[in-house]
């Protein structure tokens, strides 16, 4: 077990004091992206994060941009820890400029952003995240130097084993320097109300390779770096087979993916189980070398007609969506309510991710523009109708909140019962076919993974 007393040896470091405007604004924060813009959010093994005043860096997979560093800073709720990001999100505004800085953000130099000419500026960085990491403050950054955008697992960038030994290296090699590896992980990167979590592994102690430092610092960046970045893989869902990868989502998506979780063991509605169950049938499906050929006939089938896998399982009555259409219509009208303010927070984000050809930005800018749009939204709301219905303004302001969750769900009802219509339309043959076609090559595939 790693004991963390040998991290301060340079003195006592005091316990950072944090003012009660900073937590007012993490508290709202987190009300809004955990309680509004996700359903549940899950953090694992925190007790793996080391005690206040241990220099340690946090290093994690990024998939999901701005939704990866709020993840990993929710749960450190007592505790104020500092971010390195691209730096063009510097230049957005001076306003955002200022506000970064106060959040300790500092900003990363990339060739393929900023171009060769803006990389000696990251030396700021590296002096600024040694200086923090001496301090005791925990320094959050992901070292694929950019995000992916599927679940799997880049290269990683050596910088930030540059800035762990290059503290270590200040200190004179007296002070103990960790990595703590982490990893997000999402239900749907795209969908309002889904689920998230985040995941610590055990903190990677750097002292062990300081006299190897010494005389090889490549060599032992390499050896370290190899040791988080297989936590990190261990950890997270990295499908590795590119060709193949929409085949192997389907699946772990559909009702096979289901089906296995159970024979797991394992509960399929519970992200975090549910995640241990997609690693373990990833994996398998891997090492069998599994033929997808039907499982994308199937996919592509489903694609065209406008339908789910899930359809075939549990097929939808007529009853059912007749009954899922009053309800629609019979709670229009709150629905037409509810498009304020969340119909700005759907559209401006798809406005910039299209504007930059990203489709992964889109849960970032949604966040934004949801923590930001609110309190805009309430003080509007109150303005503009006041003057007409009084305090009934206050009413509806405050309402809002549970009105963005509702129009969330309102409109996934209303996608659900579309897809049960196309259902319907597709007739009973073709969704015969289907069924026919998928249960052969569920079946097939569990034989081939002998399950």
């Not at 193949?244 to 009702?255: E, G, N, P």
Request: hydrophobic share 40%; glycine share 6%; with cysteine.
């Amino acid at each position: 077990m790693i004991k963390f007393a040998t991290s301060i040896r340079l003195g006592v470091v005091k316990k950072e004091t944090v003012s009660p405007a900073y937590n007012g604004l993490k508290a709202y924060m987190q009300f809004v992206v955990n309680k509004l813009y996700y359903r549940r959010y899950f953090s694992l093994d925190r007790k793996n994060i080391p005690p206040e005043g241990t220099s340690f860096l946090i290093v994690s997979n990024h998939q999901n941009c701005l939704n990866d560093a709020f993840g990993i800073f929710f749960a450190f709720p007592d505790r104020r820890i500092r971010f390195i990001a691209r730096a063009d999100v510097f230049s957005i505004h001076p306003l955002v400029t200022r506000l970064l800085h106060r959040a300790g953000v500092m900003p990363a130099y990339r060739m393929q952003y900023q171009g060769e000419e803006a990389l000696p500026k990251n030396e700021q960085t590296f002096q600024e995240t040694e200086e923090n990491l001496l301090s005791g403050h925990p320094v959050l950054l992901f070292p694929e130097a950019g995000h992916q955008p599927r679940r799997w697992l880049g290269t990683f960038a050596f910088g930030y084993t540059r800035m762990a030994f290059a503290a270590a290296e200040q200190s004179g090699f007296r002070k103990e320097v960790f990595i703590l590896p982490a990893c997000n992980h999402y239900s749907d990167y795209f969908a309002f109300r889904s689920d998230m979590l985040v995941r610590f592994g055990k903190p990677v102690s750097i002292q062990p390779y300081y006299e190897l430092y010494k005389t090889k610092p490549r060599t032992a960046q390499r050896e370290v770096n190899k040791l988080v970045r297989e936590q990190i893989r261990e950890m997270m869902l990295d499908i590795r087979d590119l060709e193949h990868y929409d085949d192997i989502d389907f699946l772990r998506q559909s009702s096979f993916g289901v089906r296995f979780s159970r024979s797991a063991g394992l509960d399929s509605r519970s992200l975090p189980q549910k995640l241990e169950a997609d690693k373990e049938l990833v994996s398998l499906l891997e090492q069998k070398k599994v033929s997808y050929g039907t499982v994308r006939e199937l996919r592509e089938k489903l694609e065209n007609l406008g339908l789910e896998e899930g359809q075939l399982e549990n097929p939808p009555s007529l009853l059912r969506t007749a009954m899922e259409a009053l309800l629609l219509l019979s709670t229009l009208p709150l629905a037409i309510v509810g498009l304020w303010p969340y119909l700005f927070v759907r559209l401006i984000p798809k406005h910039f991710t299209r504007k930059l050809q990203d489709p992964m930005l889109y849960g970032s800018y949604a966040m934004v523009v949801l923590i930001l749009g609110l309190p805009m939204a309430f003080l509007l709301t109150v303005a503009l109708e006041w003057p007409f219905v009084g305090a009934w303004a206050l009413l509806h302001a405050c309402l809002l909140p549970l009105l963005f969750v509702f129009e969330v769900y309102w409109l996934s009802l209303g996608r659900r019962t579309l897809r049960d219509f196309r259902f319907h339309h597709a007739g009973r043959r073709t969704v015969r076919d289907l069924k026919e076609q998928r249960n052969l090559t569920f079946e097939r595939i569990r034989k081939e993974l002998d399950i």
